[in-house]
């Protein structure tokens, strides 16, 4: 029988300096990654450039240059990874669209969850609206981006955030709610 890996033992070595550590970890946590990247990836509509190994990749060399993170679990690392690759994301929308504010925008549904047809938002402007929500509540901000960017879980999030799944579902609606609201008005504001 294989011996179970301590993936929180190597992020930690790795936090510590140890570069065999990293080799380790990298094979371990390589499917996870690919396998979030391609579930944010779904929310994209055609056109996005990126592919789910090269939003796995940029988002492992940016983590990659913060030497001072100190790892403190698994769940730790793939939220702050969920993060990272939200930056991506935004990043690279913002370079498609660095004409006038929302041309050529690639447009991802903000509730995946309800069978019927979506209204899309295009990623700039739900990462300013995340910024915004991060300021006033900044729990209800990181359970949108472990949910819609991370894909994960009630109960995945629960355990990043170490809250309960029932406070995670109070923020996540809260969340939605206030996003849906600024978004529209945003919207509203551009039209006019």
């Known amino acids: 029988m294989k011996p179970l890996v301590n993936v929180t033992g190597l992020l930690q070595a790795w936090s510590g300096g140890d570069a065999d550590a990293l080799a380790e970890l990298a094979p371990l946590v390589q499917r996870e990654l690919r396998e979030m990247a391609r579930r944010i990836l779904v929310s994209e509509r055609a056109g996005c450039p990126l592919q789910a190994t090269e939003l796995v990749q940029e988002s492992y060399l940016r983590l990659l240059e913060w030497k001072s993170v100190r790892w403190q679990n698994r769940a730790h690392f793939f939220s702050t990874t969920a993060r990272m690759m939200r930056r991506v994301l935004v990043d690279a929308a913002r370079v498609r669209q660095c004409g006038k504010r929302g041309a050529g925008s690639e447009l991802v549904p903000l509730d995946e969850d309800i069978a019927a047809p979506q209204p899309h938002v295009d990623l700039v402007a739900l990462a300013d609206a995340l910024d ?61």
């Open 132 to 192: 915004a929500l991060a300021a006033i509540e900044p729990r209800a901000s990181r359970v949108v981006e472990l949910r819609f960017f991370g894909g994960f879980s009630v109960e995945e999030t629960a355990e990043a955030l170490s809250v309960s799944a029932r406070t995670v579902n109070h923020d996540w609606n809260t969340a939605r709610a206030w996003l849906h609201r600024q978004l529209l008005a945003q919207d509203s504001y551009e039209r006019v």
